[in-house]
């Protein structure tokens, strides 16, 4: 069955650095163009970056932009959020999405959190 799994969120103080990874399996992963969302408490899910199904074409929402990037490993089916220069604005439930013609998967979210 299709699985998004994420991991590599936690607590961490502002400045810092994570990287979250998402292990997707289930699907022909290098079909689908692979994005990261997140929801932060009490407001709606946002986009923060896609990345196309080569990874040549990469999106990232303004406030992530120049701090966040994207990747992926085609081989190893996945898909990577490398953030850094951290705030509190950035603490959320970070989500990945696979999407490919009239299929959306998502995974189940990992926790980011950014405090002193």
């Known amino acids: 069955q299709v699985q998004l799994v994420e991991s590599g969120g936690g607590l961490v103080q502002p400045g810092a650095s994570l990287r979250l990874s998402c292990a997707a399996s289930?699907?022909?992963?290098?079909?689908?163009?692979m994005g990261w969302y997140r929801q932060a408490a009490g407001k709606e899910r946002e986009l923060v970056a896609t990345?196309?199904?080569?990874?040549?074409?990469?999106y990232y929402e303004d406030s992530v932009k120049g701090r966040f990037t994207i990747s992926r490993n085609n081989a190893r089916n996945t898909v990577y959020l490398q953030m850094s220069s951290l705030n509190s604005e950035d603490t959320a439930v970070y989500y990945c999405?696979?999407?490919?013609?009239?299929?959306?998967?998502w995974g189940q979210g990992t926790q980011v959190t950014v405090s002193s």
């Open positions: 999405n696979a999407r490919f013609q009239r299929s959306d998967y």
């Open positions: 289930g699907f022909t992963f290098s079909y689908y163009v």
């Open positions: 990345i196309s199904s080569s990874g040549g074409t990469t």
